[in-house]
């Protein structure tokens, strides 16, 4: 999702500072989603939301004026590394027991 809104709005010298709003209510309305899915749903879902979430925040220090980073480092944060870890295992888990079934 993220590399989508980058690529949209990747003209940020022509969209100014509309984008960061657009982001932050894309981040807000996901949140939303996700907190009136099932919980079956959100367990897998809740992960992706922080993620996004962080994106976001990332995107936020780029539109401040830290250009020292890709906007893609937020992954190599150990709060991203561990969200991505939990949820590859969660994934391994399912495949696991689908193919006992």
Not at 22 to 27: G, I, P, R, S, V
Not at 42 to 54: A, D, G, T, V
Not at 63 to 71: F, M, N, Q, R
Request: some cysteine; aromatic content about 10%.
């Amino acid at each position: 999702m993220c590399v989508l809104l980058l690529t949209l709005f990747d003209y940020t010298v022509l969209l100014g500072r509309i984008w960061m709003p657009l982001l932050d209510a894309a981040d807000e309305e996901f949140s939303w989603v996700v907190s009136r899915m099932p919980d079956s749903t959100k367990e897998f879902m809740h992960p992706i939301s922080s993620l996004f979430s962080m994106c976001v925040e990332q995107f936020r220090k780029i539109d401040a004026g830290d250009h020292s980073k890709d906007w893609l480092d937020f992954l190599l944060e150990e709060d991203a590394v561990q969200i991505i870890h939990d949820l590859d295992m969660k994934v391994l888990l399912i495949l696991k027991h689908s193919r006992e079934m």
